[in-house]
Nanobody, 124 residues
């Protein structure tokens, strides 16, 4: 079992920054691929970013590339999402996810543990 708890969401003006954190407990965090997903009102959940178990590989959705950075600290069992140059269209609930069977993946169906989500609201 893996438990994930997100934090760091909030309200920010367009152009601002936020840093999301996801604290993991349970099974070996350092062997799990980790990812961030988001879901805006009335829309399906979408992939945002993923990072391999070692942190050596990362992937981003085109919509956030160059603005968001995913990172992890395996000593702290934590994954981060640094979000810069935020836009109103980034408004969503952001979810942290773990893929316990993969060292690296970007497929949503590969992630088997999910956090409760944290709200990010970007005002124009």
């Amino acid at each position: 079992q893996v438990q994930l708890v997100e934090s760091g969401g909030g309200l920010v003006q367009a152009g601002g920054s936020l840093r999301l954190s996801c604290a993991a407990s349970g099974r070996a965090f350092s062997r799990n691929a980790m990812g961030w997903f988001r879901q805006a009102p009335g829309k399906e959940r979408e992939f945002v970013a993923a990072i391999s178990s070692s942190g050596g590989s990362r992937n981003y959705a085109d919509s956030v590339k160059g603005r968001f950075t995913i990172s992890r600290d395996n000593a702290k069992n934590t994954v981060y999402l640094q979000m810069n140059s935020l836009k109103p269209e980034d408004t969503a609930v952001y979810y942290c996810a773990a893929a316990s069977a993969y060292l690296y993946t970007t497929k949503g169906t590969s992630f088997d543990y999910w956090g409760q989500g944290t709200q990010v609201t970007v005002s124009s």
